[in-house]
Nanobody, 116 residues
């Protein structure tokens, strides 16, 4: 069993930045790929970015060039640095992890609101 605890969401003005973090606890086998998904109001959940234990990163087109995903040396904490935020980035952001690129475990989510 894996638990994911997110932190760092909040309210920010457009053009601003926020940093999200997520700490995982549980089986190392299940904490191979970690990532972030988000669910904007009234929309489906969508990929933001993922990172494997080996450091391979994958970004959604909307995140490329503005967001950076990283992991700490223990490989059990994942970060998402978000720059130049837009109102379209408003969403609940979920931390995920799994044995491969498909998310198997989800955090509770943290709200990110970008105002004009």
């Amino acid at each position: 069993q894996v638990q994911l605890v997110e932190s760092g969401g909040g309210l920010v003005q457009a053009g601003g930045s926020l940093n999200l973090s997520c700490a995982a606890s549980g089986s190392d086998y299940s904490i191979n790929t970690m990532g972030w998904y988000r669910q904007p109001p009234g929309k489906w959940r969508e990929l933001v970015a993922t990172i494997t234990r080996g450091g391979r990163k994958n970004y959604a087109a909307s995140a490329k060039g503005r967001f950076t995903i990283s992991r700490d040396s223990t490989k059990k904490t994942v970060y998402l640095q978000m720059l130049s935020l837009k109102t379209d980035d408003t969403a609940i952001y979920f931390c995920t992890c799994g044995t491969d690129d498909s998310p198997q475990y989800w955090g509770q989510g943290t709200q990110v609101t970008v105002s004009t």
